[in-house]
């Protein structure tokens, strides 16, 4: 079967929503160290590798919002599509306490073989899918480890990420906070949007309204939890938009 770095589903389906998930999988390509990264099994199904439940709630969003989804299908650890191609960070080689060994001496020209397998083929279809309409929203689905190594636990439900675009994520915080039994996260667990980023590339530079929304991943282990985000999730997304009049 023939290596694919990223998965659409529903291109077809006619609203404005774009679901994206940049970290889905922890797919080593076989062309990457036979496919192999050099950790166990154990940490390949860890945060570090992917953001474990938000294909399943990606998947569900977009159904829910009838618009498209892309999925990477790679993990973050052979390249990371969350980051811009000059971001020192875009091949990992330490993670969260763990040594990527197969990253370990990786050079340019690993890194450029990457960039050209996975990293490239994955944006360049995400751009014609955002192109389809002229008014694309981008939601970018991630998930977020709830105790980093020698950290406090992370007390948030969810988090909604941002820069200078604040059309629909400040309304959908509003909606968010209203539910009473969430703990909303600005900005949280993480900074807003870093340059050059895929929110960055494919929202902002073409004034598309957007938002990065990360949910603890504890809360979305099984496929019916993942569901249950997704259908939860599309309505406040569509009441948002609606209250930004985007």
């Known amino acids: 079967m023939t290596y694919e770095p990223y998965e659409i589903i529903g291109a077809d389906r006619p609203s404005r929503w774009l679901v994206t998930c940049d970290h889905a999988a922890n797919t080593v390509p076989p062309f990457v160290n036979n496919g192999s990264l050099g950790l166990a099994s154990g940490d390949m199904n860890r945060h570090i590798a992917f953001d474990p439940g938000a294909a399943g709630v990606s998947k569900a969003l977009a159904q829910a919002l009838d618009g498209p989804a892309i999925l990477s299908n790679f993990?973050?650890?052979?390249?990371?599509?969350?980051?811009?191609?000059?971001?020192?960070?875009?091949?990992?080689?330490l993670y969260d306490g763990t040594i990527i060994p197969a990253n370990r001496h990786a050079g340019p020209e690993e890194l450029e073989k990457r960039l050209n397998a996975c990293y490239r083929p994955y944006h360049t279809a995400l751009t014609k899918l955002a192109a389809r309409r002229d008014d694309t929203v981008i939601v970018s689905i991630h998930s977020f480890t709830r105790q980093l190594q020698g950290r406090e636990p992370r007390p948030w439900h969810i988090g909604i990420l941002y820069a200078a675009d604040t059309r629909l994520s400040k309304p959908l915080i509003q909606r968010l906070h209203a539910e009473p039994d969430l703990c909303v996260g600005e900005n949280e667990p993480y900074g807003g949007h870093l340059p050059g980023d895929a929110i960055a590339r494919h929202a902002i530079a073409w004034q598309r309204p957007n938002v990065l929304i990360e949910l603890r991943n504890d809360l979305i282990e099984t496929p019916q939890q993942q569901a249950d985000w997704g259908a939860r999730l599309a309505p406040i997304l569509q009441a948002a938009l609606q209250d930004c009049g985007a």
């Open 75 to 93: 993990s973050r650890l052979v390249i990371d599509p969350n980051r811009g191609e000059d971001d020192p960070t875009l091949l990992m080689k």
